[in-house]
């Protein structure tokens, strides 16, 4: 069993920047892909960042690259997502999320694990 406890989220306004971080516990194996999800109001879950332990493979969702940044630390089993230039449609719960995949192209269908979230608003 795996559990993902995220953390970070708040109320920020527009331009500002916020990191999440996702504490990972029960982990077994490092092949596991970490992920992030977010879901708006009256929206569907979608992918927004994925990488694995190494961190040498990141995947993002295309119209947030550049903006957003996804990490890990190893030795705190915890997962970053580093969020810049923060936009009022930035505005969900953000989820943490775990797949036993070798690969970063993740869809809500490929995840095993979810965190409970955190709520990012950004205010304009």
């Known amino acids: 069993q795996v559990q993902l406890v995220e953390s970070g989220g708040g109320l920020v306004q527009t331009g500002g920047s916020l990191r999440l971080s996702c504490v990972v516990s029960?982990?077994?194996?490092?092949?596991?892909?970490m992920g992030w999800f977010r879901q708006a109001p009256g929206k569907e879950r979608e992918f927004v960042a994925a990488?694995?332990?190494?961190?040498?493979?990141?995947r993002y969702a295309r119209a947030l690259k550049g903006r957003f940044t996804i990490s890990t630390d190893n030795d705190e089993n915890t997962v970053y997502l580093q969020m810049n230039g923060l936009k009022p449609e930035d505005t969900a719960v953000y989820y943490c999320?775990?797949?036993?995949?070798?690969?970063?192209?993740?869809?809500?269908?490929?995840?095993?694990?979810w965190g409970k979230g955190t709520l990012v608003t950004v205010s304009s």
């Open positions: 990488t694995n332990w190494s961190g040498l493979t990141t």
């Open positions: 029960g982990r077994t194996s490092t092949t596991y892909i």
């Open positions: 999320a775990a797949a036993n995949t070798r690969s970063v192209i993740l869809t809500t269908g490929d995840i095993d694990y």
